[in-house]
């Protein structure tokens, strides 16, 4: 589904990103975690077809992104960390807007919009404008505009931002509905419990280098730590712990 192939991305003398190679299969919930300026969010960039790569490769769905960026970002849902909206329009329009890119027919537009408002408890602000929103109103329905074309792919840059506990437990059960139904969810995070809880397999940047990908027991196999938690994995393979 998802395949990284020596990307990087390079700023003057810093590489933000250096050369990473990864390959996520179809159905997996792949977290990725890493200190701050890791390489974690332009990583998602690039996937995402936001940033151009200084080399390297990214395929989605066996699509390069660089070369078919259109067909590529089709097969993408995007949910970043700080959702970007017209605030003058209101939750159902933003959504409607949303589905005229993506030439979903109205019919099934309304059955699509009634759920996911309804899911993510939307239904009774749909027709206020965006501009009055909470910030996890706002998150909750750049979801909603994220799934309504049924991605193959869901790639999400903290996910649980501004989300209070119960959107947090149904955000966690949708990504678990998601991979089960056969879609890839990939996920960065700082929130390790969550990484730990959900994902299939977990790969950890720093200073722009992918350094441990596996399961959370291969995880702990390269830190060799025994009976651990993902905390303590990332803290001896970061060298950000005390």
């Known amino acids: 589904m998802i395949r990284l192939e ?8 810093l590489k933000a990103v250096n050369a990473i190679n990864l390959h996520i299969k179809p159905g997996e919930i792949f977290g ?14 690039m996937m995402s077809g936001l940033l ?27 949910i970043p960390d700080r959702p970007y909206l017209y605030e003058k329009l209101t939750g159902i329009e933003f959504l409607r807007f949303t589905a005229d890119l993506y030439h979903i027919p109205s019919d099934i537009f309304k059955k699509k919009a009634d759920h996911f408002l309804e899911m993510f408890a939307l239904k009774g602000r749909a027709n ?22 049924d991605p193959p792919l869901v790639i999400v840059d903290e996910p649980m931002v501004g989300l209070d506990p119960r959107a947090i437990k149904m955000v966690r059960d949708l990504f678990r509905t998601l991979s089960e139904n056969g879609t890839t969810v990939f ?15 977990i790969g ?39």
Do not use: W
Request: net charge neutral.
């Open 52 to 78: 151009s790569p200084t080399a390297g490769h990214v395929t989605i769905n066996g699509i390069n992104m660089i070369k078919n960026p259109e067909s590529a970002k089709k097969n993408i849902g995007l």
């Open 128 to 149: 206020e404008l965006i501009e009055a929103y909470s910030h996890g109103m706002k998150q909750r329905l750049i979801m909603s505009a994220a799934l309504l074309h």
């Open 204 to 242: 950890i940047i720093n200073h722009g280098n992918v350094i441990a990908t596996g399961s959370l027991e291969e995880l702990k196999e390269a830190a060799s730590i025994g009976d651990s938690n993902l905390e303590e994995i990332f803290f001896r393979l970061t060298d950000e712990g005390i």
């Open 6 to 13: 020596n990307l990087t991305k390079q700023y003057g003398k």
């Open 187 to 201: 996920m960065s995070t700082h929130t390790l419990k969550l990484a730990e809880e959900i994902c299939n397999r």
């Open 32 to 45: 990725f975690i890493g200190p701050n300026g890791a390489g974690k969010t332009t990583t998602i960039k």
